[in-house]
């Protein structure tokens, strides 16, 4: 099983910043890439950005480009998503995913995560 605990979310004004970290625990050698999903009130959970794990390919959701980024610390199992001129409608709960399968399969739907955090509140005022 692998563990994830995410944390960075909070109250910020549209146009700020926050970064979010995602910690994995336990039988991380499993894991192949790592991403975050979002689901806002009334709405489905999709899908933001993910990473490979080993060679750091990365993708975003069309809302989210050239707004987010997302990157990994090989050593300390962490993945982080800074989150830059934020809007509004980036208001959900960002979950933290683990999958044993390539970022690209995360982003395009075809695989899911095996493993999912927590959740952590981001609330974007305007």
């Known amino acids: 099983q692998v563990q994830l605990v995410e944390s960075g979310g909070g109250l910020v004004q549209a146009g700020g910043s926050l970064r979010l970290s995602c910690a994995a625990s336990?039988?991380?050698?499993?894991?192949?890439?790592m991403g975050w999903f979002r689901q806002a009130p009334g709405k489905a959970r999709e899908f933001v950005s993910a990473?490979?794990?080993?060679?750091?390919?990365?993708y975003f959701a069309d809302s989210v480009k050239g707004r987010f980024t997302i990157s990994r610390d090989t050593a300390k199992n962490t993945v982080y998503m800074q989150m830059n001129v934020l809007k509004p409608e980036d208001t959900a709960v960002y979950y933290c995913?683990?999958?044993?399968?390539?970022?690209?399969?995360?982003?395009?739907?075809?695989?899911?995560?095996?493993?999912w955090g927590q959740g952590t509140q981001v609330t974007v005022s305007s």
């Open positions: 336990g039988r991380t050698f499993s894991v192949y890439s």
């Open positions: 990473i490979n794990w080993s060679g750091g390919a990365t």
């Open positions: 995913a683990a999958a044993r399968s390539s970022a690209r399969g995360l982003a395009s739907g075809s695989s899911g995560s095996d493993y």
